[in-house]
């Protein structure tokens, strides 16, 4: 019988090649009719282990699938219906340096740029958040994040989303565009 080794997540992050992302999988072209069609990208690790994961299987540090920063920009701008590319997990911010530099990429071909985090706004602005986290944020154009609040709501299944997020829009281009989906998905409370 074998066990299997548990994964530091730091120095599974620090195996990751200069340049390079570990992620769980790519979708080039889904369809949001707020946002357009996007691509999206799922990054591997996340060390929170929440028991209601969406992605449960992306929460390992573990190397599955190494892409080249510049390979994925290629990709993702090669579908010209591209409208943008949003950042999911795991957690992105543990990536924040390569997804920093795919972010610039993708924006210099005109793309918006969306990321979910399990982390709040706050912590991610902290000194305490993963390396590079500011610059990244400084690349969005929507941060959904978590506030680390769980509260019970009565339409959660309805607003296909956990209680504890929040929807920052920091491109004043995109509020108009989104706020019917916001009211739909989100309470009104939950916009920051």
């Known amino acids: 019988m074998t066990t299997k080794q548990k994964v530091d997540p730091y120095l599974s992050l620090l195996e990751i090649p200069p ?8 979708i080039n072209g889904s369809s949001n009719s707020e946002l357009g069609l996007r691509a999206v990208v799922w990054l591997q690790g996340c060390m929170r282990g929440c028991s209601d994961c969406f992605n449960p299987y992306s929460q390992s540090f573990e ?3 190494l892409i080249s920063i510049d390979n994925l920009a ?8 591209n409208q943008g590319v949003t950042f999911s997990g795991g957690e992105p911010f543990w990536q924040a340096p390569a997804l920093t530099e795919l972010a610039k990429q993708v924006k210099a071909a005109g793309l918006n740029v969306m990321a979910f985090s399990c982390f709040s706004l706050e912590r991610l602005q902290s000194p305490y958040a993963p390396a590079r986290s500011q610059e990244l944020l400084a690349q969005l154009d929507v941060l959904v994040d978590s506030s680390g609040i769980k509260s019970v709501k009565a339409d959660k299944e309805e607003s ?3 209680p504890d997020r929040r929807v920052h829009i920091f491109n004043p281009a995109l509020k108009e565009s989104m ?3 916001l009211e739909i998905v989100y309470s009104i409370s939950d916009l920051a």
């Open 63 to 65: 190397s599955n699938r």
């Open 74 to 81: 290629k990709i993702i701008t090669s579908n010209p219906q």
């Open 19 to 26: 340049g390079y992302l570990n992620i769980t999988g790519l």
């Open 179 to 181: 706020a019917y989906y």
């Open 160 to 162: 296909g989303t956990s």
